[in-house]
T-cell receptor
Framework: EPEVTQTPSHQVTQMGQEVILRCVPISNHLYFYWYRQILGQKVEFLVSFYNNEISEKSEIFDDQFSVERPDGSNFTLKIRSTKLEDSAMYFC??????????????FGAGSRLTVL | AQSVTQLDSQVPVFEEAPVELRCNYSSSVSVYLFWYVQYPNQGLQLLLKYLSGSTLVKGINGFEAEFNKSQTSFHLRKPSVHISDTAEYFCAVTGGSNYKLTFGKGTLLTVNP
């Protein structure tokens, strides 16, 4: 079964450092997303991406965050200057075509970011 | 705007007992509803979904859920749980044109022997 893959599975970084989280969505999917889950809390939407541009972003997704689809297969989330409160599990997701495909998101296993 | 309420943050049950995890939603547009499961230290796995058609939907691992539009609910049920069902369960809703999922806070199901 097709899956969304994320790397790294766990990253530890110092506050103020830049971090890039990588995702390979399902190959024929058109919509891409990043979500995050702070430990013990609910899964929160960060950003959605379609047709090479951001289609929607949450208030969490401020200027320190950016997304990119650099080569047609990878989908990256960059955090420019990490803060302690960025520590969380980050999930990438993708969805396909049509109302049934586009509305059903497949999630990756997540990248756990720890900011010290 | 959409929102999801999962009234129970934790549900402890004994093995082979039935379970119901409650989910209510609010939305100004037609909705599509989902349950995701997260096993310890793992990602989010789709358990089942309601897009249209029959209001009773069946998912993996013997789970089912019923969409009730008048009560704006989408409760998850299983007639007999196993130890391996211990996990966090998230109800989620999407609707409109951006396909963005809104999650509830999750219910931790703990199955005890």
């Amino acid at each position: 079964e097709p899956e969304v893959t994320q790397t790294p599975s766990h990253q530890v970084t110092q506050m103020g450092q830049e971090v890039i989280l990588r995702c390979v969505p399902i190959s024929n999917h058109l919509y891409f997303y990043w979500y995050r889950q702070i430990l013990g809390q609910k899964v929160e939407f960060l950003v959605s991406f379609y047709n090479n541009e951001i289609s929607e972003k949450s208030e969490i997704f401020d200027d320190q965050f950016s997304v990119e689809r650099p080569d047609g297969s990878n989908f990256t989330l960059k955090i420019r200057s990490t803060k302690l409160e960025d520590s969380a599990m980050y999930f990438c997701a993708s969805s396909g075509r049509g109302y049934s495909g586009a509305n059903v998101l497949t999630f990756g296993a997540g990248s756990r970011l720890t900011v010290l | 705007a959409q929102s999801v309420t999962q009234l129970d943050s934790q549900v402890p049950v004994f093995e082979e007992a039935p379970v119901e995890l409650r989910c209510n939603y609010s939305s100004s547009v037609s909705v599509y509803l989902f349950w995701y499961v997260q096993y310890p230290n793992q990602g989010l796995q789709l358990l089942l979904k309601y897009l249209s058609g029959s209001t009773l939907v069946k998912g993996i691992n013997g789970f089912e859920a019923e969409f009730n539009k008048s009560q704006t609910s989408f409760h998850l049920r299983k007639p007999s749980v196993h130890i391996s069902d211990t996990a966090e369960y998230f109800c989620a809703v999407t609707g409109g044109s951006n396909y963005k999922l809104t999650f509830g806070k999750g219910t931790l199901l703990t199955v005890n022997p």
